[in-house]
């Protein structure tokens, strides 16, 4: 039944070694950000008898930083070892995790064994904490056709918060051209000066830090224009309507 509401994408397994090293013929990390950018949840599978983290999975956990509120952790076969065995594997999974998972929150680890063979016994781990765990799991999956609705709700309003950002940004920048002389002299100044200009801009008009662009990819995107007292002036109008939706549609559409 949890089929009919949710659809799983499996990505090829993360090379290491020297399958690592030979390479793929596309770019794996890329793909993997584009499906993390349109998916609801993403689970991070770990197998209890191999936890190291390569370097293409290392890389790949790094492009997935906008979305680490969405990463989910399985430790898989947890019962092909005893409960001694599991602990230790745990705190060496918890402890490789917070090397490359920069979140001040730990990271939800579940343990289980997802495969279609019965729990085993025999093994002494115990069977009624990973059934719990999975159907916590479960339970998650279950509630994501009504969580998704909030996320893209909260996902909207980042997004207006960083085009907000952007159009006083492109205001704030325009404002500091001279009006005639010595304009490619003051905007390769502003260029090589962006982080304080990206600080000056928020304390000006009361922007948050947080939702600024990457100081050096708005830079490279800033090198391919050539004037930039030709940017367009910033319509304010504008500017108090989306502040309306962030004042009151969202908070309606929350409710």
Sequence with gaps: PLLHHVTLIDTPGILSGEKQRIG????FTQVAEWFAARSDVILLLFDAHKLD???????TI???RPHYDKIRVLLNK???IDAQQLLRVYGALMWQLGRVVSTPEVVRVHLGSFWDRPLDHRRGSDTALLSR????????LRNLPKNAVLRRINELSRRARKLKV???LIHYLRKQMPQFFGKEEKQQKLLADLPRQFAKCANRYGLTRGDFPDVDDFR???LEIDDLSKFPKLDKSKVTEMD?????DIPQLLE
């Design 220 to 222: 490279e995107a800033l």
């Design 166 to 168: 952007h159009c006083y």
């Design 24 to 27: 793929r013929s596309y770019a």
């Design 62 to 64: 790094d492009v997935l």
């Design 244 to 248: 309306r939706m962030f004042a009151t």
């Design 133 to 140: 765990e999975r159907d916590d799991l479960l339970d998650e």
């Design 78 to 80: 947890a019962d092909t």
């Design 53 to 59: 983290i390569s370097d293409e999975l290392k890389n």
